[in-house]
């Protein structure tokens, strides 16, 4: 049964970089050509923002309201993809959850979520 | 970017009767690439539906999902305890995914 798990620091401070890791176990990222595999986040007591997306094959897609500020990778050997989110402000303190999504579907296996804080 | 708008914010209604979601995007959603998901307080997400009207692994066959185009619904015919949670639709037809803002259901 796959799952997914977020891990990475609960407290950055404002202007530096966020990492977040999801490790991927009972399944492999590569192991199918047929999911992308993607972060959203969920400030407190509010609604759901897709971040990005990636395939195994490194095709990316990210949320065009962050703009540049947003990186995701795969690292097939670890069977992990990552998020960095830099020159992070309050407005980015949030539940950060990743998932996987089949090809023509939604996002249908999710980990528990990471909360993040900002601090100035 | 489609902006998915999800009607009413709040719905309070009883077990035993029937829920009616609704999501409308700013432009049509491509091959009715369209999701619900349902969360509960400090849980994630679950997927309900895909595809609009495709039930996803496990979800009781109460859970149904219809529209095309602009307009989408999801159903809840008797409404059991546990469906009592935030609701959200999500379009993924272009490479800019994008949630509604959610639908609250909560008991009357």
């Known amino acids: 049964q796959l799952q997914l798990q977020e891990s990475g620091p609960g407290l950055v401070k404002a202007s530096e970089t966020l990492p977040l890791t999801c490790s991927v176990s009972g399944g492999s990222i590569s192991g199918s050509t047929s999911y992308y595999w993607g972060w959203i986040r969920q400030p407190p007591g509010k609604g759901l923002e897709w971040i990005g997306s990636i395939h195994y094959s490194g095709s990316t897609s990210n949320n065009p309201s962050l703009k540049s500020r947003v990186s995701i990778s795969v690292d097939m050997s670890k069977n992990q993809f990552s998020l960095k989110l830099n020159s992070v402000t309050a407005a980015d303190t949030a539940v950060y959850y990743c998932a996987r999504r089949p090809v023509g579907g939604g996002f249908d296996i999710w980990g528990q979520g990471t909360m993040v804080t900002v601090s100035s | 970017e489609i902006v998915l708008t999800q009607s009413p914010g709040t719905l309070s209604l009883s077990p035993g009767e029937r829920a009616t979601l609704s999501c409308r995007a700013s432009q049509t959603v491509s091959s009715s690439f369209l999701a619900w998901y349902q969360q509960k307080p400090g849980q994630a997400p679950r997927l309900l539906i895909y595809?609009?009207?495709s039930r996803a692994t496990g979800i009781p066959d109460r859970f149904s999902g219809s529209g095309s185009g602009t307009d989408f619904t999801l159903t809840i015919s008797g409404l059991e305890p546990e469906d009592f949670a935030v609701y959200y639709c999500q379009q993924y037809g272009t490479s800019s995914y994008t949630f509604g803002q959610g639908t609250k259901l909560e008991i009357k």
């Open positions: 595809g609009a009207s």
